[in-house]
């Protein structure tokens, strides 16, 4: 006898459309049971947030009568026409943003810090990302699947520019469907990745302007997002170890997040 075969309404002959499941707390690992039309529950044991990874997590926030569902829907398919393996539309309260992450990139000390304005130390950190996100509704995330042996390769760069140039390309597309002040982030360096050629950031070393401003964006990691919370919520799997993806391949990859805020 199946689990549906006990989930039957006593007062109906019929199977419940709802079934509960067994959910690891991302900070605790403890087993909490969420219901398969919950979005979340708090872990009993430690209070964290927990996700249903099987949810449907788009933004719900978003008032269909007056296009901004659609206007996000259009956003999400760019992503993939751009070259995202998986976009998703959320709300802006659903990102977590933790202190201790951001140090990460201060001890032990990241190669990049201080390279490029848009790393530690010139940027506002997790305190300024709270301000931040207070001027937001909705948001995009979008991940990049990467195959492991690429991920371990001088290839990676080029995923990580890609990474940049589509949450740039949705960040511009944004402005033009009428939101004033869209916000991007990728991840890596932008310095590494876009000026590794050169010896110095230029607006740090001259107060010049940027050599890329079309497709360099901040690094989340500065700014303490919980890329695997980002993930949870855009209902996407991210063991921490790295193992299969559900792709269709079913080769190993990891996977590069990037994100944009939206008013």
Same mark, same amino acid.
């Given at each position: ?7 039957? $309404? ?12 067994? $959910?690891?707390?991302?900070? &605790? ?16 044991? $430690? ?56 140090? %990460? ?5 990241? =190669? ?27 948001? @995009?995330? @979008? ?26 390309? %949705? ?23 876009? &000026? ?13 302007? &940027? ?39 079913? =080769? ?12």
């Amino acid at each position: 006898m199946g689990i549906n075969d006990h989930l039957k $309404c006593p007062g109906l002959e019929r199977t419940l459309s709802v079934i509960p499941e067994i $959910c690891p707390c991302p900070d &605790c690992g403890n087993d909490v049971e969420i219901w398969s039309d919950e979005k979340k529950r708090t872990c009993p044991n $430690c209070n964290a947030v927990v996700q249903n990874p099987h949810f449907q997590f788009d933004d719900t926030s978003a008032d269909p009568d007056d296009g901004t569902y659609q206007k996000l829907e259009e956003l999400t398919q760019l992503a993939y026409q751009l070259g995202a393996s998986g976009a998703r539309n959320i709300s802006a309260k659903d990102i977590f943003v933790e202190d201790n992450l951001a140090s %990460l990139c201060e001890s032990p000390r990241c =190669e990049n810090y201080g390279q490029s304005l848009s790393c530690p130390p010139h940027v506002s950190g997790p305190s300024g990302f709270r301000e931040l996100l207070k001027n937001f509704e909705h948001a @995009i995330v @979008i991940k990049i699947d990467v195959p492991m042996e690429i991920m371990l390769s001088y290839e990676c760069r080029d995923f990580m520019k890609l990474l940049h140039e589509i949450v740039a390309g %949705l960040e511009q597309s944004a402005v033009k469907m009428g939101w004033p002040d869209p916000k991007a982030f990728a991840g890596g360096s932008c310095k590494k990745l876009f &000026c590794g050629d050169h010896a110095e950031c230029r607006v740090l070393a001259e107060k010049g302007e &940027c050599r890329n401003p079309r497709y360099a964006r901040p690094s989340m990691s500065g700014f303490g997002v919980n890329v695997s919370r980002l993930m949870q919520v855009a209902g996407w799997k991210m063991n921490k170890v790295i193992g299969k993806t559900d792709s269709a391949s079913g =080769e190993e990859t990891a996977p590069f997040c990037g994100l944009v805020l939206i008013g």
